[in-house]
């Protein structure tokens, strides 16, 4: 069974700092991965999708890594705002059904 | 473009009661599923469905049933609910179509249950 593990699972940081959030997952026959934002009271928001024959993906300031054999990923912001903050899910679809997996995210704080 | 909308926005409930929680997506995707969220326990999948008349369980089918009769709606009905199934309950919806984008899942913004 697929399991997904973020490390840590809270992050406090000054703005404008550079971080990188944890994804790791068991079962390295994955299709894609996702990561989402899920600001609090609210749904969640896809950032970034890589599919498994993929390295990477960026959009903005964020940029989304895949290593498939190690079974991770990690997801880069640059220069963190206040308004980054939020908690950072990380998802794996295994095969052709579209059912995904989820890890238990990541609470990021970034202090003005 | 709503995207996917979910009612209510939240609900209680008393044991053994039953309820129906409402789903629905304005851009013809082929694919909607129901999620839970449970602190400490990231989300997990109750039911999905790959097109209208098709559905099937996820990893926590037990106590929900789903119904799909049109492209648009996917209902959650809770038969009789049980404490246990205090929780925010998640719509999602994707394309069928192929391609990373078509890929991307689109989330409701959830209910809030509570079952006293």
């Known amino acids: 069974k697929q399991e997904v593990t973020q490390i840590p699972a809270a992050l406090s940081v000054p703005e404008g700092e550079n971080l990188v959030l944890n994804c790791s997952f068991t079962d390295s026959a994955i299709y894609n991965l996702q990561w989402f934002r899920q600001d609090p009271g609210k749904g969640l928001t896809s950032l970034l999708l890589i599919q498994s024959s993929q390295r990477e993906q960026t959009s903005g300031r964020l940029n989304a890594s895949l290593d498939k054999s190690s079974g991770r990923s990690t997801l880069y912001i640059a220069a963190s705002q206040p308004g980054d903050s939020a908690t950072y899910l990380c998802a794996v679809r295994a095969g052709s059904a579209r059912q995904l997996t989820f890890g238990s995210g990541t609470q990021l704080t970034v202090l003005p | 473009n709503a995207g996917v909308t979910q009612t209510p926005k939240f609900q209680v409930l008393k044991t053994g009661q039953s309820m129906t929680l409402q789903c629905a997506q304005d851009?013809?995707?082929?694919?909607m599923s129901w999620y839970r969220q449970d602190p400490g326990m990231g989300l997990r999948l109750i039911h999905y469905?790959?097109?209208?008349?098709?559905?099937d369980q996820g990893e926590v089918p037990n106590g929900y049933n789903v119904s799909r009769s049109t492209t648009e709606d996917f209902p959650l009905r809770l038969l009789s609910a049980a404490p246990s199934q205090t929780s925010v309950y998640f719509c999602a919806s994707s394309s069928n179509s192929g391609g990373a984008f078509e890929e991307t899942q689109y989330f409701g913004p959830g209910t809030r249950l509570l079952v006293l």
């Open positions: 469905s790959v097109g209208a008349g098709i559905t």
């Open positions: 851009m013809n995707h082929e694919y």
